[in-house]
């Protein structure tokens, strides 16, 4: 029977009768259990002590689940408790591993790793996605810790929402600015709180496997890993590896194509920032915010791609490259002289300041390039038509250099029918079983990621006496040579590259649906918001892009008495005020008279400072961290000692409120782009 205790009643058959997974081959294989056990940590400081200091962990918790049953919770205040915990669980437990999953693994490991590193020794693997961001963790004893939050995409609260789970997590009982001691005794409200963090854990994790038909020790790393695990068994059985060698990079190709690669295109309208735009700016008419539904597979299943290997063209010019586009494919470096936009009250320019290699006597405008003498810049063919289409220059001394061309065609049956199955599951699930429409839905959004990961990627790696990070450069022409030949190998990376070019491509295209006498506000990569649309060219733009879809034989889609359509442009916000500042940064009022806000670094619940004025979101305004939750990370590193107050201390994280003062992007010196080379390194 469930009991919530500490390891005082520590019990060997809570951990037994478990089922266990095979994974690896000869030497590599191992066997894993199936038990699910989600641990975590809270943690305190020492009181009025201003400034970031030292903090040190005041409680812990961990569940386990056999199938579907709740086990046990184990909870105590000590760190080292933990640890015998574990050193305990590793002796009952037979299996070669087993897995401990953190919700942010990241914070609780850097608080746990000294007491760890004393009882089981250095891990032997590590696996990081950036600095202070480990996801997969191995100790030589078997243990292996694992980040659920990368997989799940959002926080534990939402995830035991969305997944509908028993144990839901005990929001607001637990006072985070309460200071505590170890030997503290813990309230009913705080063991609540504690014992509901690692419960809904488990009950979360052991839903999701069960879902997807997967144990514990199946699950990939990340998100991500989940749909390309699953594209690639359709790959496999379509010679999907063959088809990538027939069109793989080479080496030097490659790092072309990554230079190029840009994300979602976002913008505020230029001669519009720091004003409120209300119904009387606009006439009467409301701000409308168009949505491109799944913008992404739609690129993926309805647009050509390079098809075939890139040839180098060792002639070319500008004009040749754009008679050429729908045909072929091109990766290039443009050198624009004299280049400027055709119309001065252009709102939305589109050459991007950071990616160009050399910018001479430029002037920008929030990243994005307006005029410059000189401008030397990786392209693809897309680019330089929206190029071409807006901007003017010197045809007879531009020039373009390190040309490459491939064939253009649509991408593989096999290929586009698991992009659309993957829209139909999400689609026909809407309303009804929320753990799989919610799980479909994510699995939809990481189909344009695994698209565009690196095929060479850097070692990130924790130097454990130091606590310190060094990136260690692991790109070779050798092992990229390796990449190509795995048999594991399908998706080639010019794919996610072209996609995104497609994406601004069709976002400009949604802005040409902006009658005259409207104006194009801001854009955010699939979205436009803007006032005064003509909807005549709005249906005939959906109805474009809705033919093309069916030319590739595939069509809307019936639920409930709607049709589903990728690639659309629909209504997704109506805004009776907006009011933008810079890209990911601007306010507006719903027809509900709420205020809301998106700015990158503060959190939603920010809305609240500004008083609802939207006069007060300007350049200068300081978002408060302790009404947004905002938090800024000091890190320490040192040994394990016992401080003042009997609390035994090791590595720890200061979590401190941090204001977030908006700024003008333009204030920047447009100097520091001069002369500027972007070498492949600094891509990563």
């Given at each position: 029977?469930?009991?919530?205790?500490?390891?005082?009643?520590?019990?060997?058959?809570d951990?037994?009768?478990?089922?266990?997974?095979v994974?690896?081959?000869?030497?590599?294989?191992?066997?894993?259990?199936?038990?699910?056990?989600?641990?975590?940590?809270e943690?305190?400081?020492?009181?009025?002590?201003?400034?970031?200091?030292?903090?040190?962990?005041?409680?812990?918790?961990?569940?386990?689940?056999?199938?579907?049953?709740?086990?046990?919770?184990?909870?105590?205040?000590?760190?080292?408790?933990?640890?015998?915990l574990?050193?305990?669980?590793?002796?009952?437990?037979?299996?070669?591993?087993?897995?401990?999953?953190?919700?942010?693994?990241?914070?609780?490991?850097?608080?746990?790793?000294?007491?760890?590193?004393?009882?089981?020794?250095?891990?032997?693997?590590?696996?990081?996605?950036?600095?202070?961001?480990?996801?997969?963790?191995?100790?030589?004893?078997?243990?292996?810790?694992?980040?659920?939050?990368?997989?799940?995409?959002?926080?534990?609260?939402?995830?035991?929402?969305?997944?509908?789970?028993?144990?839901?997590?005990?929001?607001?009982?637990w006072?985070?600015?309460?200071?505590?001691?170890?030997?503290?005794?813990?309230?009913?409200?705080?063991?609540?709180?504690?014992?509901?963090?690692?419960?809904?854990?488990?009950?979360c994790?052991?839903?999701?496997?069960?879902?997807?038909?997967?144990?514990?020790?199946?699950?990939?790393?990340?998100a991500?890993?989940?749909?390309?695990?699953r594209?690639?068994?359709?790959?496999?059985?379509?010679?999907?590896?063959?088809?990538f060698?027939?069109?793989?990079?080479?080496?030097?190709?490659?790092?072309?194509?990554?230079?190029?690669?840009?994300?979602?295109?976002?913008?505020?309208n230029?001669?519009?920032?720091?004003e409120?735009?209300?119904?009387?700016?606009?006439?009467?008419n409301?701000?409308?915010?168009q949505?491109?539904?799944?913008?992404?597979?739609?690129?993926?299943?309805?647009?050509?791609?390079?098809?075939?290997?890139?040839?180098?063209?060792?002639?070319?010019?500008?004009?040749?490259?754009?008679?050429?586009?729908?045909?072929?494919?091109?990766?290039?470096?443009?050198?624009?002289?004299?280049?400027?936009?055709?119309?001065?009250?252009?709102?939305?320019?589109?050459?991007?300041?950071?990616?160009?290699?050399?910018?001479?006597?430029g002037?920008?405008?929030?990243?994005?390039?307006?005029?410059?003498?000189?401008?030397?810049?990786?392209?693809?063919?897309?680019?330089?038509?929206?190029?071409?289409?807006?901007?003017?220059?010197?045809?007879?001394?531009?020039?373009?250099?390190?040309?490459?061309?491939?064939?253009?065609?649509?991408?593989?049956?096999?290929f586009?029918?698991?992009v659309?199955?993957?829209?139909?599951?999400?689609?026909?699930?809407?309303?009804?079983?929320k753990?799989?429409?919610?799980?479909?839905?994510?699995?939809?959004?990481?189909c344009?990621?695994?698209?565009v990961?690196?095929?060479?990627?850097?070692?990130?790696?924790?130097?454990y006496?130091?606590?310190?990070y060094?990136?260690?450069?692991?790109?070779?022409?050798?092992?990229?040579?390796?990449?190509?030949?795995?048999?594991n190998?399908?998706?080639?990376?010019?794919?996610?590259?072209?996609?995104?070019?497609?994406?601004?491509?069709?976002?400009?295209?949604?802005?040409?649906?902006?009658?005259?006498?409207?104006?194009?506000?801001?854009?955010?990569?699939d979205?436009?918001?803007?006032?005064?649309?003509?909807?005549?060219?709005?249906?005939?733009?959906?109805?474009?892009?809705?033919?093309?879809?069916?030319?590739?034989?595939?069509?809307?889609?019936?639920?409930?008495?709607?049709?589903?359509?990728?690639?659309?442009?629909?209504?997704?916000?109506?805004?009776?005020?907006?009011?933008?500042?810079?890209?990911?940064?601007?306010?507006?009022?719903?027809?509900?008279?709420?205020?809301?806000i998106?700015?990158?670094?503060?959190?939603?619940?920010?809305?609240?400072?500004?008083?609802?004025?939207?006069?007060?979101f300007?350049?200068?305004?300081?978002?408060?961290?302790?009404?947004?939750?905002?938090?800024?990370?000091?890190y320490?590193?040192?040994?394990?000692?016992?401080?003042?107050?009997?609390?035994?201390?090791g590595?720890?994280?200061?979590?401190?409120?941090?204001?977030?003062?908006?700024?003008?992007p333009?204030?920047?010196?447009?100097?520091?782009?001069?002369?500027?080379?972007?070498?492949?390194?600094?891509?990563?």
């Amino acid at each position: 029977m469930y009991e919530l205790k500490t390891i005082d009643k520590y019990n060997p058959e809570d951990f037994s009768g478990y089922s266990y997974t095979v994974k690896g081959k000869g030497k590599n294989r191992r066997s894993v259990s199936n038990l699910v056990i989600m641990a975590d940590t809270e943690t305190s400081k020492e009181p009025y002590h201003f400034g970031p200091c030292e903090n040190y962990i005041v409680a812990w918790t961990l569940s386990v689940m056999r199938g579907d049953e709740k086990v046990a919770t184990y909870y105590g205040t000590e760190p080292e408790t933990f640890v015998k915990l574990l050193t305990n669980i590793r002796n009952d437990i037979k299996t070669d591993q087993f897995y401990i999953f953190f919700h942010n693994m990241p914070y609780d490991w850097w608080f746990l790793r000294q007491f760890m590193f004393t009882e089981f020794g250095y891990p032997e693997h590590q696996l990081n996605v950036k600095p202070h961001y480990p996801i997969n963790i191995e100790f030589e004893n078997g243990i292996v810790l694992r980040d659920s939050y990368i997989i799940s995409q959002v926080g534990l609260e939402k995830w035991a929402d969305e997944l509908d789970v028993e144990d839901k997590k005990a929001v607001d009982h637990w006072d985070y600015n309460k200071i505590r001691n170890q030997g503290d005794p813990l309230s009913d409200d705080e063991l609540l709180y504690i014992e509901h963090d690692t419960l809904a854990g488990v009950e979360c994790l052991t839903k999701y496997c069960s879902t997807l038909g997967k144990t514990i020790a199946q699950l990939p790393y990340t998100a991500t890993g989940l749909i390309r695990e699953r594209f690639r068994e359709v790959a496999s059985k379509n010679r999907g590896h063959a088809w990538f060698q027939k069109q793989a990079l080479t080496y030097e190709q490659l790092s072309l194509a990554e230079e190029i690669y840009h994300g979602g295109y976002t913008h505020m309208n230029r001669f519009h920032k720091s004003e409120t735009i209300d119904e009387i700016y606009t006439n009467g008419n409301t701000i409308d915010c168009q949505d491109l539904a799944s913008s992404y597979p739609w690129a993926l299943i309805s647009e050509k791609y390079p098809c075939e290997k890139f040839t180098k063209l060792h002639s070319a010019t500008i004009d040749g490259i754009l008679s050429q586009k729908d045909d072929y494919a091109f990766m290039f470096v443009a050198t624009f002289i004299g280049i400027k936009l055709k119309d001065p009250l252009m709102p939305m320019p589109v050459l991007q300041a950071s990616k160009a290699r050399y910018i001479y006597d430029g002037v920008k405008d929030n990243g994005r390039i307006i005029k410059a003498n000189a401008v030397e810049i990786a392209l693809t063919e897309i680019d330089l038509a929206l190029i071409d289409k807006f901007y003017t220059y010197d045809k007879e001394l531009s020039e373009v250099e390190d040309v490459y061309f491939a064939a253009k065609k649509y991408l593989p049956k096999w290929f586009t029918d698991f992009v659309f199955k993957l829209f139909t599951d999400k689609t026909n699930l809407k309303g009804g079983d929320k753990v799989l429409y919610a799980i479909k839905k994510a699995l939809l959004n990481c189909c344009y990621g695994m698209c565009v990961q690196h095929p060479l990627k850097d070692d990130i790696i924790e130097r454990y006496e130091s606590g310190e990070y060094e990136t260690e450069i692991t790109r070779d022409e050798e092992l990229y040579g390796k990449y190509c030949n795995s048999r594991n190998t399908f998706l080639p990376y010019q794919i996610g590259v072209w996609c995104t070019c497609y994406a601004m491509k069709n976002l400009f295209e949604l802005g040409d649906c902006i009658g005259k006498d409207g104006e194009w506000l801001y854009s955010d990569t699939d979205s436009v918001f803007a006032y005064g649309w003509d909807k005549e060219k709005l249906n005939q733009y959906n109805e474009k892009r809705k033919n093309l879809l069916i030319s590739r034989g595939y069509n809307g889609l019936e639920h409930n008495g709607r049709t589903y359509w990728l690639g659309i442009a629909e209504l997704d916000k109506v805004c009776t005020e907006f009011r933008g500042l810079h890209s990911k940064c601007y306010a507006y009022r719903d027809t509900d008279k709420e205020l809301h806000i998106t700015v990158a670094g503060v959190p939603k619940k920010g809305v609240k400072c500004l008083h609802n004025d939207l006069d007060n979101f300007k350049v200068g305004f300081s978002f408060k961290g302790r009404y947004t939750g905002k938090l800024t990370h000091t890190y320490f590193c040192g040994t394990i000692h016992t401080d003042a107050r009997g609390n035994r201390v090791g590595d720890s994280i200061d979590l401190s409120p941090c204001d977030y003062k908006i700024t003008d992007p333009n204030t920047m010196n447009f100097e520091e782009f001069a002369n500027r080379e972007i070498g492949v390194e600094s891509l990563f």
